[in-house]
């Protein structure tokens, strides 16, 4: 069964603490990996894309990488508007299958 | 550039009441359409997906039921509701030959 796993679930860090957010997959075959930004009560907000192995995107704060196995969304020097649920969801090979989601991991940055 | 529309907000209903939520995308055609229901805890559940008009693939066996009238509408329905029903549900599209989707801002519906 094809799975994606969230880690942590939740995380707190101090404004200006670096860390990195873990999404693993286990999937018969990876067409792309998709990361997105949660605010409550508000609809996901698309990040990246990542299709490779060794892919690397960023957007300010945000760096997310992609192994054969897992991707991560390093976070530098955060801010409290960072403070949101980041979700992470892939795309398999078989035929127009919808994303996979994971549970997310949700962020709180303390100033 | 595209918009997608939900609507409604915010809805509370009774036990046993019919539902009706609307989502529409403006600014594409032809695109891949989703329903999603979010739970506290259970992350993003799948419900339908239908990439055409008249063509919907149910995700998960339940009273609920969608249907896509036109090319960027897309309706979702039940007949009637149960306190199971309520949840964040979200619609969402992504573009033809393309994988990465794009959430709208979501109905709140309590079931009461």
């Known amino acids: 069964e094809d799975q994606v796993t969230q880690s942590p679930e939740a995380l707190r860090l101090q404004e200006g603490e670096s860390s ?15 990361w997105y930004r949660q605010d409550p009560g508000k609809g ?5 894309t990542l299709y490779s192995a060794g892919e690397e995107k960023e957007k300010e704060r945000l760096k997310a990488t ?16 960072d403070s949101a649920t980041y979700l992470c969801a892939v795309q398999i090979y078989s035929g127009n299958t919808p994303l996979v989601f994971g549970k997310g991991t949700r962020l709180s940055v303390i100033a | 550039s595209q918009t997608i529309h939900q609507w409604p907000a ?4 009774p036990v046993g009441s019919p539902l009706s939520l609307e989502c529409t995308v403006e600014g594409t055609s032809n695109p891949n359409l989703y329903w ?4 506290a ?20 066996p339940q009273n609920l039921s969608a249907s896509r009238p036109q090319d960027r509408q897309f309706i979702l329905s039940s007949k009637k509701l149960l306190l199971s029903d309520s949840g964040f549900y979200l619609c969402a599209w992504s573009p033809l030959g393309a994988y990465e989707q794009y959430f709208g801002p979501g109905t709140r519906l ?3």
């Open chain 2, 36 to 39: 999603y229901r979010q739970a």
């Open chain 2, 10 to 13: 915010t809805l509370v209903q």
């Open chain 1, 44 to 48: 996901p907000e698309f990040l990246f």
């Open chain 2, 110 to 112: 309590t079931v009461t």
């Open chain 2, 41 to 60: 805890g259970r992350g993003l559940q799948l419900l339908f997906y239908s990439v055409g008009i008249g063509q919907i693939s149910s995700e998960v």
């Open chain 1, 66 to 81: 992609l192994t054969k196995k897992e991707s991560f969304l390093h976070i530098t020097a955060p801010k409290p508007e």
């Open chain 1, 20 to 34: 990195s957010l873990n999404c693993s997959y286990t999937v018969s075959g990876l067409r792309g990996l998709f």
